[in-house]
């Protein structure tokens, strides 16, 4: 069955027509307190905005090893979303679990659960590669096709055939990146020609020309220089106006400067604190966050 998630009056929000790239995760043929809204399982509001994704009692585990342990968040629609703590905390992990990406790890388990747009991804009659369609990825490391920039970003529109018009849709989702302007002479050469930050944007248009609801982001900017992770950031923000955007960074700066909210991962695949980013920030609830957050470990 394709994944087909309800709203709270039980019919279908989307289509789910569009498709992402395999790259993208999309079409291949393959003790302390956290304060979160409670769930019902359909989609519900929070302060923050309504709620399209929703963890409970999340557990993952990699063979005997727990990476995550008994997660519960909400987050919240059209926002940015941030997941930040030291290396091997979970963090990534959990972005995996949104999309199912986890399936592709033949030791992972996962247990509790996940759901988006009020559906259990988890559910036995949800067709992962049909619900990564909807949720698009992008990658640490900038992955585009030995293809033409062109051919990279219509190669999911075309797998979608949705009988639009591909040039308009390129050419749309390139500005969108905030890349046309800087390509739109090229568009027939190679992607690997571009410099690592441009093959980044490209790698986000690529994602978005599908229209997909979600975007994950694993380091988006962790392998650019500091302008090239400047434009990632402004992009990142621009999105959030049409996009869910979930945002994993070990960049605690980037994490305050481009976030709604921010989840607090630390050693053992806890979930320490997950609230406004202001307030996690300036004021958190938790000595071990706010001696992470100053630096005194991670």
Known sequence: MAF??????????????????????????????????????????????????????????????????????????????????????????????????????????????????????????????????????????????????????AYGLRIQDDGGDVDAQVEQALERAALWDEVNDQLDESALDLSGGQQQRLCIARAIAVDPDVLLMDEPASALDPIATSKIEDLIEELAEDYTVVIVTHNMQQAARISDRTAVFLTGGELVEYDDTQTIFENPAHDRVEDYITGKFG
């Open 4 to 153: 087909e998630p309800e709203s709270e009056t039980g019919e279908r929000t989307d289509d789910g027509t569009s498709t992402a790239d395999p790259v993208d995760g999309s079409a291949a043929s393959g003790d302390p307190e956290i304060s979160v809204a409670t769930g019902t399982g359909s989609s519900s509001s929070t302060a923050s905005g309504r709620t399209v994704i929703e963890s409970r009692d999340l557990s993952v585990y990699y063979g005997e090893t727990r990476a995550l342990q008994d997660i519960t968040l909400e987050i919240p629609e059209k926002r940015v979303t941030a997941m930040i703590g030291p290396s091997g905390c979970g963090k990534s992990t959990f972005l995996r679990c949104i999309n199912r990406m986890n399936d592709l790890i033949e030791s992972a388990r996962v247990e509790g659960e996940f759901y988006f747009e009020g559906k259990n991804v988890y559910d036995d009659d949800v067709d992962p590669v049909a619900l990564r369609r909807r949720i698009g990825m992008v990658f640490q490391q900038p992955n585009p096709f030995p293809k033409s920039i062109y051919d990279n970003v």
